[in-house]
C-alpha cells in the first residue's frame, strides 16, 4: 500500500486527478493542508473512484472550521493517524 | 556552481585572472590554455598531451550541456571521445588527482561541478 | 522499449511542472542528476503540464533564463534514459510523440501505479 498525499484542493487545483490516476487499488489518499477543503461534502464527488480509502488530516479540518462540512465517507486521522497511515504504507508520495 | 565572490587573483601574462575561494574562475570566458597551466603549475602539475585531451572533451561537454560533469558522465564523456582505454575511472584518478571531475572542470576553466562530492 | 515493460529502479522522479514557468522541474533534474551520480538506478515520469519539458525546439527565456532542454540531453550521459510520460497529457497538449525531444515511452493512467510500486523511493517535482 502506498500511502499518497495531497494538499491542493480539487476546487482551484487538478493535481489531484494526476493523484487518482497514480493510484494503486489499494492505496490511499491524505488530505493535507488546503486540500481537505476536497473532503467537504459539496467536493467529495472528485474522490468517489477512491470511496474508503480517503483520508483528511483533523488538525487541518479543524483550523479551517470545516470539521462540521467534512463528508462521512472520509476517514478523518489526527497528526498520530497520519504516522500510523505513514508507517503502513510502503512508501509516501506528495502531490501538490 | 561557480560563485561570484572573489577570493584572489592569479597572473596569467598580462591578464588578472579571478578565482573564487575554491580555485575556480569568476568569469569563465577569461580561460585560456595559458590560464590551465598557469592553475595546473600552482598544483605542482605539468599538462601532457593526455591531461589536455581530457580537458578538450570537458569543455565540449560544458558547451553541450551547459553544465559540468559529475564523475561518471565524466568518464563516460572521455570513453565516448577517446575510446574504452582512457574512459575510465583509474585514467582520471592518474590525471587528475583526488577527484578527477572537480580538478578537471577547474582547470577547463568551468563551473565545479554540482551534482558531485 | 515496450509500453508493457514493468520499469523498475531505485528512484522515481515524477516531473508535474513545465519548463521555464518554476523552478521545479530543474530541481527534480537535478535530483535525478544526483542520484545518477551516486550510481542510482533512476526512472522520470513527466505528468501533467510536465511532458512539455520533452518537446522540440525549447529555447531561453525572455531574458535569457537558461532552460532546461540541455539537462535533458544530458540525462543520457548519466544513465537515465528510463523516460515515460503521461500520454494523456501530452495528447491534451496536441503533440504527437514524434515531437519529443527525446525517446521516451508513453503509458496511460493505469501504468502508473505500477511505475511507482516498481521504486524503493518516489519523489514528486
Not at chain 2, 25 to 36: E, F, G, M, N, R
Amino acid at each position: 500500500m502506498i500511502l499518497h498525499i495531497l494538499n491542493r484542493p480539487p476546487s482551484s487545483s487538478l493535481v489531484y486527478r494526476d493523484a487518482l490516476a497514480a493510484m494503486g487499488e489499494d492505496d490511499r489518499l491524505l488530505l493535507i493542508e488546503d486540500g481537505v477543503l476536497g473532503a467537504l461534502t459539496a467536493q467529495i464527488r472528485h474522490f468517489q473512484t477512491i470511496e474508503g480509502r480517503l483520508f483528511a488530516l483533523r488538525e487541518d479540518l479543524g483550523a479551517r472550521g470545516l470539521e462540521g462540512q467534512c463528508d462521512a465517507s472520509v476517514q478523518v486521522v489526527d497528526v498520530d493517524g497520519f504516522v500510523t497511515l505513514s508507517e503502513e504504507a510502503d512508501k509516501t508520495v506528495s502531490w501538490f | 556552481m561557480a560563485s561570484s565572490e572573489i577570493d584572489r587573483y592569479l597572473s596569467v601574462g598580462d591578464a588578472r585572472v579571478a578565482l573564487d575561494p575554491e580555485g575556480y574562475l569568476i568569469d569563465l570566458s577569461q580561460w585560456t590554455p595559458a590560464v590551465a597551466e598557469a592553475l595546473a603549475v600552482e598544483d605542482g602539475r605539468q599538462l601532457t598531451a593526455e591531461h589536455w585531451e581530457v580537458i578538450e572533451v570537458i569543455r565540449d561537454f560544458y558547451a553541450r550541456y551547459g553544465a559540468s560533469p559529475a564523475m561518471r558522465p565524466l568518464v563516460k564523456a572521455v570513453g565516448q571521445a577517446l575510446g574504452p582505454e582512457k574512459g575510465r575511472s583509474l585514467h582520471l584518478m592518474k590525471l587528475f588527482p583526488d577527484s578527477p571531475a572537480k580538478v578537471a572542470a577547474r582547470l577547463a576553466g568551468l563551473p565545479k561541478p554540482a551534482n558531485c562530492l | 522499449m515496450p509500453t508493457h515493460a514493468p520499469a523498475t529502479g531505485d528512484l522515481l522522479v515524477i516531473l508535474r511542472h513545465a519548463p521555464h514557468g518554476s523552478s521545479w522541474l530543474r530541481e527534480g533534474l537535478d535530483a535525478a542528476l544526483v542520484a545518477a551520480a551516486f550510481g542510482q538506478a533512476v526512472t522520470l515520469l513527466f505528468q501533467g503540464d510536465g511532458v512539455l519539458s520533452l518537446v522540440e525546439g525549447q529555447g531561453p527565456g525572455p531574458l535569457g533564463q537558461k532552460g532546461t532542454a540541455a539537462t535533458l540531453d544530458m540525462l543520457a550521459m548519466y544513465d537515465i534514459e528510463s523516460l515515460f510520460y503521461d500520454q494523456v497529457a501530452l495528447a491534451g497538449f496536441g503533440f504527437a510523440p514524434q515531437q519529443l525531444q527525446l525517446p521516451a515511452t508513453g503509458v496511460e493512467a493505469g501504468a502508473i501505479a505500477p511505475l511507482i510500486a516498481g521504486h524503493r523511493l518516489v519523489l514528486t517535482f
